[in-house]
């Protein structure tokens, strides 16, 4: 079964960094594409960053300058760094990617991983 799952969450105080983790598995072949969105609560989903497959990204203005995306493709894994986290940063997130596996593929999403930036 092809799944994504985030990992890295958890607590931190604002001015910190974060490092998360999106592992991709299920006799995956490649990953075309990765995105990070978020949700906090009473708020409508986000688009944090994308990860084109030609190496294109792409940044919302709430993260640009903070944010990173990058991946490993031996590892199947996807990454968002976000530096210099703030209160607002404080959400569910959840990574998303087209996953081929054969020659099949699968627009995928993960169960997210909670965030919470406070003091």
């Known amino acids: 079964q092809v799944r994504l799952v985030e990992s890295g969450g958890g607590l931190v105080q604002p001015g910190g960094s974060l490092r998360l983790s999106c592992a991709a598995s299920?006799?995956?072949?490649?990953?075309?594409?990765m995105r990070w969105y978020r949700q906090a609560p009473g708020k409508e989903r986000e688009l944090v960053a994308t990860l084109g497959n030609d190496g294109s990204t792409y940044y919302a203005d709430s993260v640009k300058g903070r944010g990173t995306i990058s991946r490993d493709n031996a590892k199947n894994t996807s990454f968002l760094q976000i530096n210099s986290l703030k209160p607002e940063d404080t959400a569910v997130y959840l990574c998303?990617?087209?996953?081929?596996?054969?020659?099949?593929?699968?627009?995928?999403w993960g169960q997210g991983t909670q965030v919470t930036v406070s003091s």
């Open positions: 998303n990617g087209h996953l081929q596996s054969g020659s099949l593929i699968y627009n995928t």
């Open positions: 299920g006799g995956i072949f490649s990953i075309h594409d």
